[in-house]
């Protein structure tokens, strides 16, 4: 079974502090990773993406995110968050056999405390 | 600005009534996409299609139509609303030669 698993539903922090949200899948092959934003009552938000290269991915609003082909994880980073980063964030994969398609996580619901 | 929108934004309908939900976009992507999106569920990918004659059915079609009449429109028909079929519904569009997909801001239906 292919899967893309967000194995924390909530992580909360301070204003300030890093945080690492956890995104792991389970797809063989080539593959396109992702990941998106979704603030409260709002449709979801690109963040950035990984096919090739550099396993390290800027996103927006200084987020970046790491590939591990050996651990098949692909984690979201920031490095000091702001309350407004309080969201719910959504790991994505396409895979074959249809590019086409988008399979989310059930995603991470970041609060950021003052 | 390209943009996606849907209408209407809060539905409430009646078991075994008929609800249509209608997505606009001005991206000029082939593909669009209907999802619903539940606690712990994340999204869920109805029907999608690649241009204008075109659906495709998703992992959870069952209940659900779509009909793509023009490149900038897309619907999602409930035939028969049942009070399971509560949910967010999202509507996307996106380019095939790309990746990101773009989100409309919700239809929030609630079936009573």
């Known amino acids: 079974t292919q899967t893309v698993s967000q194995s924390d539903a909530h992580v909360t922090v301070f204003e300030g502090d890093s945080v690492e949200l956890r995104c792991n899948y389970s797809?063989?092959?080539?593959?396109?990773l992702s990941w998106y934003i979704q603030h409260h009552g709002r449709g979801l938000q690109f963040l950035l993406k990984?096919?090739?290269?550099?396993?390290v991915v800027q996103g927006v609003n200084g987020f970046e995110a790491e590939f591990s082909k050996s651990d098949s994880s692909f984690h979201l980073r920031k490095a000091s968050v702001h309350w407004s980063d309080s969201a719910v964030y959504f790991c994505?994969?396409?895979?074959?056999?249809?590019?086409?398609?988008?399979?989310f996580g059930s995603g991470t619901k970041l609060t950021v405390e003052p | 600005e390209a943009a996606v929108t849907q209408s209407p934004r809060n539905k409430v309908a009646v078991t075994g009534g008929k609800v249509t939900l209608s997505c606009n976009q001005t991206?000029?992507?082939?593909?669009m996409y209907w999802y619903r999106q539940d606690t712990g569920h994340g999204l869920r990918l109805i029907h999608y299609?690649?241009?204008?004659?075109?659906?495709e059915k998703g992992d959870i079609p069952d209940g659900y139509k779509a009909s793509r009449p023009s490149q900038e429109n897309f619907s999602l028909i409930l035939e028969l609303a049942t009070p399971s079929q509560t949910s967010v519904y999202f509507c996307?569009?996106?380019?095939?030669?790309?990746?990101?997909?773009?989100f409309g801001p919700g239809t929030r239906l609630t079936v009573l």
């Open positions: 991206n000029n992507h082939n593909n």
């Open positions: 996307a569009s996106g380019d095939s030669r790309a990746y990101e997909q773009y």
């Open positions: 994505a994969v396409k895979a074959m056999p249809n590019y086409n398609v988008l399979y």
């Open positions: 990984y096919y090739s290269g550099n396993p």
């Open positions: 299609s690649y241009g204008a004659g075109s659906t």
């Open positions: 797809y063989g092959g080539s593959i396109y």
